[in-house]
């Protein structure tokens, strides 16, 4: 049985980027229901027992299991997202080695901001984008939905959430506004480092 993990930061520690009104809705509402739904979908099955990335990886393209993999997905990117955010007080730069990887793959730290940035804007409709690593070297995609990086074979370094429920109370129908407030104040450089 799954469980709601439990936020790596205090339901303030966002503020002013990401209010702990909207925390309380994403988190408390929205993620919850992803971990409730897929409890009930699992139940009794050979799934009930694994884990999230054995179930994502067993039902990704499945149609009859697009449920179970939708809800899964979705638990797994809300809890790698929640761990690419960090207290807006905390570091706000890259550490030597990740900077370094960061400027071979994409040139600067100005370009790599530049491309996801325009990743997460770019993404019709809900989804994500994702900092992963593709065998030596990083990239950034973007995902629709529930999709992510898992399900095809790369590893994720940092996510941003774009869909409306992540943003909407604070920035309204503002995205590129959440997303330079998260690129800029919030996006957790360790979990990067400690992923590379």
Same mark, same amino acid.
């Given at each position: 049985?799954?469980?709601?993990?439990?936020?790596?930061f205090?339901?303030?520690?966002?503020?002013?980027?990401?209010?702990?009104?909207?925390?309380?809705?994403?988190?408390?509402?929205h993620?919850?229901?992803y971990?409730?739904?897929l409890?009930?979908?699992?139940?009794?099955?050979?799934?009930e027992?694994?884990?999230?990335?054995?179930?994502?990886m067993?039902?990704?393209?499945?149609l009859?299991?697009a449920?179970?993999?939708n809800?899964?997905a979705?638990?797994?990117?809300?809890?790698?997202?929640?761990?690419?955010?960090?207290?807006?007080d905390?570091s706000l730069e890259?550490?030597?080695?990740?900077l370094?990887?960061?400027n071979?793959?994409?040139?600067?730290?100005?370009?790599?901001?530049?491309?996801?940035?325009?990743a997460? @804007?770019?993404q019709?409709?809900?989804?994500?984008a994702?900092?992963?690593?593709?065998?030596?070297?990083?990239?950034?995609i973007k995902?629709?939905?529930?999709?992510?990086?898992?399900?095809?074979?790369?590893?994720? @370094?940092?996510?941003?959430d774009?869909?409306?429920?992540?943003?909407y109370?604070?920035?309204?129908?503002?995205?590129?506004?959440?997303?330079?407030?998260?690129?800029?104040?919030?996006?957790?450089?360790?979990?990067?480092?400690?992923?590379?």
């Open positions: 049985m799954f469980t709601l993990s439990p936020l790596p205090k339901p303030t520690a966002l503020e002013p980027h990401i209010s702990a009104e909207t925390l309380e809705f994403h988190y408390g509402k993620h919850q229901a971990v409730d739904n409890n009930k979908l699992v139940a009794g099955t050979d799934l027992t694994a884990t999230l990335e054995e179930i994502i067993k039902t990704v393209g499945s009859d299991k449920p179970i993999f809800n899964a979705q638990v797994y990117n809300h809890d790698f997202f929640w761990k690419s955010l960090r207290p807006a905390a890259p550490a030597a080695d990740l370094s990887a960061i071979a793959s994409f040139g600067s730290l100005d370009s790599f901001y530049n491309e996801f940035r325009t997460a @804007l770019g019709f409709g809900s989804g994500w994702w900092l992963v690593k593709d065998g030596a070297s990083l990239k950034i995902t629709a939905n529930a999709d992510n990086p898992l399900a095809k074979g790369l590893k994720p @370094l940092l996510a941003i774009v869909w409306e429920h992540a943003y109370l604070d920035y309204q129908n503002r995205r590129a506004d959440f997303v330079e407030a998260v690129l800029k104040n919030l996006l957790n450089w360790d979990l990067a480092k400690a992923n590379l």
